[in-house]
């Protein structure tokens, strides 16, 4: 059984892997209310006063039992249809497929190395970090979907107007999760940059409060056809060879660009962090 972390004043969650659950990922069922969102999700410590203590070895998995809804206008579920393509509504967590018959939620907080991982589109999930465009391609093309290229990305995040921002062409404080006031690197390590890629790929990073929020949480940051979250929350992959991720995360969306037109094309398809995330896109 994996490590849980916990806070002071929480009472202990212990986890266990039910493969009874997975009947709830593989078909479609009607949209939950917001209220239903586990409680236990985003972000694990609920507040900054509450005390964190997490290291390498947790392992949280707070996207046991969430599901795809079903898709609309032709595409697969979790997916809306924009011009002439399907993306993903929410950004991706993973299944652990290892198993094919019994896949089982992947850690968001943790790089899936070499274990057989499928993306997934789902409400209230923590969206998948640390994770590399290569493994990214990998989990969408598991899912029968691959990764956006770089236009599909920027038409799903700029709607039909092209829009500077998701909701329009004037930023809007509050609006998504873009603005956290410190470096989460920084307040875990206490220790100002440069950091090592161990410390920019540790698990506990996104698992401090006020960082990766959940999918769909912030109601208001989604683009006209309907995808969430295209504006900060996490960095998103995009099918560039050369390696490409956009929408900026929750700690910036004005250094590389503003809102939708933010990009980063420092790195290869290998890296990852714990800012990069993806989602998938698909044809009809």
């Known amino acids: 059984m994996p490590v849980e972390c916990r806070g002071t004043g929480r009472l202990p969650r212990l986890r266990t892997r039910v493969f009874c659950l997975v009947a709830i990922w593989l078909a479609p069922i009607p949209a939950l209310a917001a209220s239903t969102a586990p409680a236990y999700v985003d972000p694990v410590y609920r507040d900054a006063f509450e005390a964190f203590a997490c290291t390498a070895g947790d392992d949280p998995h707070p996207n046991e039992g969430l599901f ?16 002439s393509f399907c993306i993903d509504r929410y950004e991706a967590a993973l299944l652990d497929v290892t198993i094919p018959a019994a896949p089982v939620a992947w850690s968001p907080y943790r790089n899936p190395g070499t274990t057989a991982v499928r993306a997934v589109s789902a409400r209230f999930a923590i969206p998948q970090g640390t994770i590399s465009g290569d493994q990214a391609a990998a989990a969408c093309q598991a899912a029968g979907k691959r990764l956006c290229s770089n236009s599909e990305w920027l038409r799903a995040c700029q709607g039909p107007d092209m829009l500077t921002f998701p909701y329009g062409n004037t930023r809007l404080p509050g609006v998504c999760n873009d603005a956290r006031s410190t470096h989460p690197v920084a307040d875990y390590f ?66 590389n660009g503003n809102g939708c037109l933010y990009l980063t094309t420092a790195h290869d398809t290998e890296y990852f962090d714990y800012s990069t995330g993806f989602r998938c896109c698909a044809d009809p």
């Open 68 to 83: 795809e809804e079903p898709g609309v206008g032709g595409c697969a579920d979790g997916m809306v249809p924009v011009a």
């Open 190 to 255: 206490g220790t100002p940059g440069p950091w090592t890629p161990e410390q920019l790929q540790h698990p506990c990073i996104n698992q401090q409060w006020n960082t990766v929020d959940r999918a769909g949480a912030n109601a208001q940051c989604v683009s006209a056809e309907g995808p969430y979250d295209m504006m900060g929350n996490l960095n998103e992959w995009t099918s560039d060879p050369a390696g490409t991720y956009r929408g900026g995360f929750y700690l910036d969306t004005q250094i």
